[in-house]
């Protein structure tokens, strides 16, 4: 293993004046002074990786949890299984790292693989794994597919994946430790889970869709968020649901100009099929509602837009409680994974017209228009009872690198992961 080392001191010798790594006989050493040295760690601990490095151990001092944390997210990459031995000593601490690491690698895994090897049903059972590897007894789960989905009313779900051989799945997980069947819910989680989007009949460019297995990074960082919070000693009753389709062109696809009705008694005009999540996001929502959960939480790969307006190193945030939003924010800040709120009022409902239903499913311009990732949380709000309960939507436009840059190599980054976890506790 390479040895690793901290230094604040700005480095000058052979290896270049200011270089981020300098190598030692005995290891390399990390020069992070300057801004944002949780970047800068990063950075250096991707470039240790893209020479070769797959082993490395964290010596020495100055390296704080969020420092160490920092080494991991430069350091994992999807061509390699990668062996790190951190620096802490504290068992806490230890603890809480392994954990992280845990939820991390799992949302890479799944996220990473192959969509062929991903598919809606095989997504649900690694995440009933995954969960029950951590939960025990303490969990339970049903699985809805194919048309069964349709015959309980959950259209959107159903309508999205029907065109695939394999079925779309609506997995419902109760983690409830307090071993009582009528405890309440006190947080519901969902998840988008499309394991790849072709865009229906509105197809996207062979371009856009070439990384498109990511389009189920809403489910995975949901799915590992519940996970780590467990593992943190979470112990209220929380359900996830994940809403699991494969979105293909066939002659039963869904099509534009089909109005779909919803349990809720929302009807909505298919303008768009690319703008799918939505549409399954929202039988998730309508079947949160029905738990009385005062939290309800959902994360999605939803839209361009938000990448437009944060870019890739935030997730954008919207809710119609602004002071909860605030509060998703604050915690944001807190484990060092940024999010950023975008506007959002009940008013945006309005900006998806319809001549045949409550509301379309976009507007019918490239990426949904103007304001597109405001309007469609605006779409999801149709299906969440805020009246009585805290809803935020992540538009998660961090999960996910299409190439790699200088902090992350490319696939899954499992950002808001922790954040998610963090109100959960």
């Not at 297995?213 to 960082?221: F, H, I, L, R, V």
Request: charge should be negative; aromatic fraction near 8%; hydrophobic fraction near 45%.
């Amino acid at each position: 293993m390479l040895k690793i080392l901290l230094s604040s001191a700005q480095y000058e010798g052979v290896w270049g004046d200011k270089a981020l790594v300098a190598y030692e006989a005995d290891g390399a050493v990390i020069h992070f002074s300057g801004d944002y040295p949780l970047r800068r760690i990063q950075q250096a601990a991707r470039q240790l990786q893209s020479q070769g490095i797959t082993a490395a151990s964290l010596e020495g001092e100055g390296w704080s949890y969020e420092r160490q944390w920092a080494f991991y997210c430069g350091f994992a990459t999807p061509k390699a299984n990668v062996e790190l031995r951190w620096a802490s000593i504290d068992e806490d601490e230890l603890e809480l790292l392994n954990a992280r690491r845990r939820s991390a690698d799992w949302v890479r895994k799944v996220v990473n693989a192959t969509p062929e090897d991903m598919y809606p049903e095989k997504l649900a059972d690694e995440a009933v794994s995954f969960l029950s590897a951590i939960a025990g007894d303490a969990l339970s789960h049903e699985i809805v597919m194919g048309d069964a989905l349709a015959e309980q009313g959950w259209i959107g779900t159903h309508s999205v994946g029907r065109a695939s051989s394999r079925p779309p799945v609506m997995l419902t997980v109760d983690f409830n430790p307090t071993g009582d069947a009528d405890a309440p819910v006190s947080a519901c989680l969902v998840g988008k889970g499309i394991t790849f989007d072709s865009g229906g009949y509105s197809i996207k460019p062979s371009a856009s869709m070439v990384t498109m297995k990511c389009d189920m990074g809403g489910a995975a960082t949901v799915t590992a968020a519940l996970g780590y919070a467990i593992e943190q000693g979470l112990r209220q009753r929380v359900k996830l649901i994940l809403c699991c389709a494969e979105n293909l062109i066939a002659g039963n696809a869904y099509k534009l100009g089909d109005v779909l009705t919803y349990k809720n008694g929302q009807t909505v005009e298919i303008v768009n099929t690319d703008a799918e999540g939505r549409l399954v996001l929202a039988d998730g929502l309508i079947a949160a509602s029905e738990t009385k959960a005062p939290l309800i939480i959902d994360a999605a790969t939803l839209t361009g837009a938000a990448m437009m307006a944060v870019g890739t190193d935030y997730n954008a945030l919207f809710g119609l409680d602004k002071e909860l939003v605030f509060k998703a924010q604050q915690l944001s800040d807190l484990v060092n994974e940024p999010a950023w709120p975008l506007p959002l009022e009940t008013w945006h409902q309005s900006y998806c017209p319809s001549y045949y239903a409550d509301t379309a499913n976009s507007r019918v311009q490239k990426g949904g228009g103007m304001g597109g990732a405001s309007n469609a949380a605006a779409f999801l709000s149709r299906f969440v009872d805020t009246d009585n309960c805290g809803w935020v939507h992540f538009d998660l436009a961090a999960c996910f690198r299409d190439s790699a840059d200088a902090r992350w190599a490319a696939g899954a980054t499992g950002v808001g992961v922790a954040n998610i976890a963090a109100m959960l506790l």
